[in-house]
């Protein structure tokens, strides 16, 4: 059964291997700037999850953490088709973790001052004549945006390596050895080209 899973994944990835020769050399070369994107949009979805989450708490300590499964398990799965290394999963799952942290904390920062929020309205930046504001305002920016991504970085550069490479050493697992020699004698040939 395992290994009719690993058939029918790489036949799912080998319809990638059919697009035309020139938007697979695109998408390769271009696939780290597509991991940072997808990082920046999960970061911002991930902040109106979070309060969405939170609302039902017997289910939000699984789900909060669960759902930065969604972003990576694409991103290592095409990582480790594209370039067959483990070190290649990993870095791209802690590329994409990383940049949704990052891109979480700057769009709080930015919700609270331009848009307001009823919980802190004092850093919304209509009062700005307030003798606290800019005060108010870096205590915020250091305390809350530069403290949280130095923390959450840290776990994501743990978990992202953990299960990038997890998830980049079951894909090699899986993935039948002739296929696997196939596919690299043709990413081979694509590099004399």
């Not at 550069?157 to 299960?163: A, D, K, Q, R």
């Amino acid at each position: 059964m395992g290994s009719d899973f690993g058939v029918k994944s790489h036949q799912n990835f080998g319809i990638i291997m059919k697009m035309n020769h020139d938007k697979l050399r695109w998408l390769r070369k271009k696939r780290w700037y597509i991991y940072v994107t997808i990082g920046v949009i999960f970061g911002i979805v991930d902040y109106y999850l979070q309060a969405l989450l939170q609302q039902n708490q017997p289910v939000s300590i699984i789900a909060i953490f669960g759902v930065w499964i969604i972003p990576l398990l694409p991103v290592a799965l095409y990582e480790s088709w594209a370039s067959r290394r483990i070190t290649g999963t990993i870095l791209a799952s802690i590329l994409t973790w990383s940049t949704a942290i990052v891109s979480y904390y700057v769009y709080m920062f930015c919700v609270l001052v331009f848009f307001g929020t009823v919980s802190r309205p004092e850093l919304y930046i209509g009062h700005i004549s307030e003798p606290y504001y800019w005060t108010n305002v870096s205590m915020v920016f250091t305390g809350d945006v530069l403290g949280g991504i130095v923390e959450w970085l840290m776990v994501a550069i743990f978990g992202g390596g953990v299960l990038g490479a997890c998830i980049g050493f079951l894909y090699r697992l899986i993935l039948p050895k002739e296929q696997s020699k196939a596919t690299l004698e043709n990413k081979q040939e694509n590099i004399k080209e």
